[in-house]
C-alpha cells in the first residue's frame, strides 16, 4: 500500500555478490516512511519503486512525504533531523552539503551492507564521513551545462558552440528572430545557481588548483579571475536581455516545458531534468540536446559532473533491517531498470550491473562523451570541497535580475561561505 502525501513541517523557515534483476530478497514486513524532493521525476521514481517493492513485499507499507526543492528543503531536512522527526528514508544531496548534515549522528550507516560492493567508490567518497559510509545512489551521474531545442537550432543553422563567445552569439541570433533565448526560472531559486556552479569545469581548467585553495581560504570567488568569471557569466546574459519575460516567477516545470516545446532555445540545468521532461512532455524529448556550459577556449570544452544525490536512513528509524533493505533494492540493477521505466535513462549510473538502454534521449547522447575516454569532465566545486554557502541561491538571483553587479555578488558569496566553513570548523578560517 502506498500514498503519497505532502509533507508541511509546522514552523520552519522557508527554508562482493552481483545482484542482478532477478534477485531473490526475503520477504519483510512493517512500516516505512519516505521523504522525496517534489521534482516531477523525483515522485515518478519514488512512487514506481514503493509499488514494485510493496508488490515483492505486500506485509510493507511505504508512505512517500514530499517536501519543496532548494533552501525550504534543506531547512525542512535538516530540521527534522534536529528534531529527531525525519521520516526513516530519505532522499538528500551528496557532497558538501551531506556533510553539513552532521551525519554520524543523525544518519544509519550504510558501510557493511551487501548492495555497497556494487556502487562506484568514486560515489562512495561522496556519502562517507569518519570511516563510515551512509548513503547510495538512486540516480545516474549528471552533467550541468545548457539544454538546447533542436528545432531552434536546426531552422536558424546554429551549431553547438564551444566557447561563451559563441554561445552569446547564438544568442544574439535567437534573440533577433524574436525568440526567447535563455530560459530562466527564479521562481524556483535553486535553478539561478546552474550557470555560475556548472562553469566549474572552466575554473579548474585555468586553475587547477582552485578548489584545494578554496577550502584553505587561500583563494577567493571575488578575487579569482577564472571563478569570478562564473558570476560575470550570468550577468551578461541577464544584460544582453535574453531572458524570459516571466523569469522571475516561472518554475523549474516551467522552464523544462519552454525548452522542450521551443518556447524557449537555452535553459542551464543539471541533466536530471532529462527525466522530468520524459515524464511531463514525453512527445517532446527528443527536441532536446544538451551541451556544457562553455568556457572562453574551444579547446579546453569540458563538462562538469555531479555525483548522484543519495538516499539515506535516519538514525531515529524504528525500521532500521527494513530501511536497509528499501535501500539495496533501489541501488540494484533492478531498480536501475524501474527508474529507466518510470522516468528514462538521464545519464550513467554508478551501480556495476545497471545498464541504459540503447535507445536513450537526445540529451543523454549529448552528455555521454564527456564521460567517455577522451571525454573531459571535472567536478563540481561540491564534492573537491565541503564548503558551500547556503545564500548562494539568493545571490544569483540577485545577479541574474540585473540587482547586484557579478563582482558584489562574487564577494557576498565568498562572506557567505565563510560562515559555512566556520561552523564545519575547517582550518584557515
Same mark, same amino acid.
Given at each position: 500500500?502506498?500514498?503519497?502525501?505532502?509533507?508541511?513541517?509546522? =514552523?520552519?523557515?522557508?527554508?562482493?555478490?552481483?545482484?542482478?534483476?532477478n534477485?531473490?530478497?526475503?520477504?519483510? $514486513?512493517?512500516?516505512?516512511s519516505?521523504?522525496?524532493?517534489?521534482?516531477?521525476?523525483?515522485?515518478?521514481?519514488?512512487?514506481?519503486?514503493v509499488?514494485?517493492?510493496?508488490?515483492?513485499?505486500?506485509?510493507?507499507?511505504?508512505?512517500?512525504e514530499?517536501?519543496? =526543492?532548494?533552501?525550504?528543503?534543506?531547512?525542512?531536512?535538516?530540521?527534522?533531523?534536529?528534531?529527531?522527526?525525519?521520516?526513516?528514508?530519505?532522499?538528500? %544531496?551528496?557532497?558538501?552539503?551531506?556533510?553539513?548534515? %552532521?551525519?554520524?549522528?543523525?544518519l544509519?550507516?550504510?558501510?557493511?551492507?551487501?548492495?555497497?560492493?556494487?556502487?562506484?567508490?568514486?560515489?562512495?567518497?561522496?556519502?562517507?564521513?569518519?570511516?563510515?559510509?551512509?548513503?547510495?545512489?538512486?540516480?545516474?551521474?549528471?552533467?550541468?551545462?545548457?539544454?538546447?531545442?533542436?528545432?531552434?537550432?536546426e531552422?536558424?543553422?546554429?551549431?553547438?558552440?564551444?566557447?561563451?563567445?559563441?554561445?552569446?552569439?547564438?544568442?544574439?541570433?535567437?534573440?533577433?528572430?524574436?525568440?526567447?533565448?535563455?530560459?530562466?526560472?527564479?521562481?524556483?531559486?535553486?535553478?539561478?545557481?546552474?550557470i555560475?556552479?556548472?562553469d566549474?569545469? %572552466?575554473?579548474?581548467?585555468?586553475?587547477p588548483?582552485?578548489?584545494?585553495?578554496?577550502?584553505a581560504?587561500?583563494?577567493?570567488?571575488?578575487?579569482?579571475?577564472?571563478?569570478?568569471?562564473?558570476?560575470?557569466?550570468?550577468?551578461?546574459?541577464?544584460?544582453?536581455?535574453?531572458?524570459?519575460?516571466?523569469? /522571475?516567477?516561472?518554475?523549474?516545470?516551467?522552464?523544462?516545458r519552454?525548452?522542450?516545446? &521551443?518556447? =524557449?532555445?537555452?535553459?542551464?540545468?543539471?541533466?536530471f531534468?532529462?527525466?522530468?521532461?520524459?515524464?511531463?512532455?514525453?512527445?517532446?524529448?527528443?527536441?532536446?540536446?544538451?551541451?556544457?556550459?562553455?568556457?572562453? $577556449?574551444?579547446?579546453?570544452?569540458?563538462?562538469?559532473?555531479?555525483?548522484?544525490?543519495s538516499?539515506?536512513?535516519?538514525?531515529?528509524?524504528?525500521?532500521?533491517?527494513?530501511a536497509?533493505?528499501?535501500?539495496?533494492?533501489?541501488?540494484?540493477?533492478?531498480?536501475?531498470?524501474?527508474?529507466?521505466?518510470?522516468?528514462?535513462?538521464? &545519464?550513467?549510473?554508478?551501480?556495476? /550491473?545497471?545498464?541504459?538502454?540503447?535507445?536513450?534521449?537526445?540529451?543523454?547522447?549529448?552528455?555521454?562523451?564527456?564521460?567517455?575516454?577522451? &571525454?573531459?569532465?571535472?567536478?563540481?566545486?561540491?564534492?573537491?570541497?565541503?564548503?558551500?554557502?547556503?545564500?548562494?541561491?539568493?545571490?544569483?538571483?540577485?545577479? &541574474?535580475?540585473?540587482?547586484?553587479?557579478?563582482?558584489? /555578488?562574487?564577494?557576498?558569496?565568498?562572506?557567505?561561505?565563510?560562515?559555512?566553513?566556520?561552523?564545519? /570548523?575547517?582550518?584557515?578560517?
Open positions: 500500500m502506498t500514498k503519497t502525501k505532502l509533507f508541511a513541517l509546522m =514552523g520552519a523557515s522557508t527554508l562482493g555478490l552481483m545482484m542482478t534483476a534477485a531473490v530478497y526475503a520477504q519483510q $514486513s512493517g512500516y516505512l519516505f521523504l522525496i524532493d517534489n521534482g516531477p521525476q523525483s515522485v515518478a521514481v519514488a512512487e514506481a519503486w509499488a514494485a517493492y510493496t508488490e515483492k513485499n505486500p506485509d510493507v507499507t511505504i508512505d512517500i514530499v517536501r519543496p =526543492g532548494g533552501g525550504e528543503g534543506d531547512n525542512i531536512v535538516k530540521t527534522r533531523l534536529a528534531t529527531g522527526a525525519m521520516a526513516d528514508v530519505f532522499f538528500y %544531496n551528496s557532497g558538501s552539503l551531506f556533510q553539513a548534515l %552532521n551525519p554520524a549522528q543523525n544509519l550507516p550504510l558501510t557493511g551492507e551487501a548492495f555497497q560492493a556494487n556502487v562506484q567508490d568514486s560515489f562512495k567518497s561522496v556519502v562517507s564521513a569518519g570511516g563510515e559510509v551512509y548513503g547510495a545512489p538512486f540516480a545516474p551521474a549528471m552533467g550541468g551545462g545548457i539544454f538546447y531545442n533542436k528545432p531552434i537550432y531552422e536558424l543553422g546554429l551549431e553547438i558552440p564551444k566557447t561563451w563567445d559563441e554561445f552569446m552569439a547564438n544568442n544574439e541570433k535567437i534573440k533577433a528572430a524574436g525568440k526567447t533565448a535563455v530560459i530562466q526560472t527564479y521562481g524556483e531559486t535553486w535553478t539561478s545557481q546552474v555560475v556552479l556548472a566549474f569545469f %572552466n575554473v579548474l581548467a585555468e586553475d588548483q582552485f578548489a584545494e585553495q578554496f577550502t581560504n587561500e583563494a577567493k570567488f571575488a578575487t579569482t579571475p577564472a571563478a569570478l568569471r562564473s558570476f560575470e557569466k550570468l550577468q551578461e546574459v541577464h544584460d544582453a536581455d535574453l531572458f524570459n519575460a516571466d523569469f /522571475g516567477a516561472a518554475t523549474y516545470p516551467d522552464g523544462l519552454m525548452v522542450a516545446m &521551443g518556447e =524557449g532555445a537555452h535553459y542551464p540545468m543539471l541533466t531534468g532529462i527525466g522530468a521532461i520524459a515524464e511531463t512532455v514525453p512527445d517532446h524529448i527528443q527536441d532536446v540536446g544538451f551541451f556544457a556550459l562553455p568556457g572562453d $577556449s574551444a579547446d579546453k570544452n569540458g563538462l562538469t559532473t555531479w555525483m548522484p544525490d538516499i539515506y536512513v535516519a538514525k531515529t528509524t524504528a525500521s532500521p533491517d527494513l536497509k533493505d528499501f535501500v539495496s533494492f533501489v541501488a540494484s540493477p533492478e531498480g536501475c531498470d524501474i527508474r529507466n521505466e518510470a522516468v528514462g535513462a538521464t &545519464g550513467p549510473y554508478m551501480i556495476a /550491473g545497471c545498464e541504459l538502454p540503447a535507445d536513450v534521449p537526445p540529451a543523454v547522447s549529448d552528455m555521454l562523451p564527456y564521460f567517455q575516454e577522451g &571525454g573531459q569532465n571535472a567536478p563540481a566545486l561540491e564534492f573537491l570541497s565541503p564548503v558551500k554557502g547556503p545564500a548562494l541561491e539568493q545571490i544569483t538571483v540577485e545577479v &541574474g535580475s540585473g540587482i547586484r553587479p557579478a563582482a558584489e /555578488g562574487a564577494a557576498l558569496y565568498d562572506e557567505d561561505v565563510r560562515k559555512q566553513a566556520q561552523q564545519l /570548523g575547517l582550518a584557515g578560517w
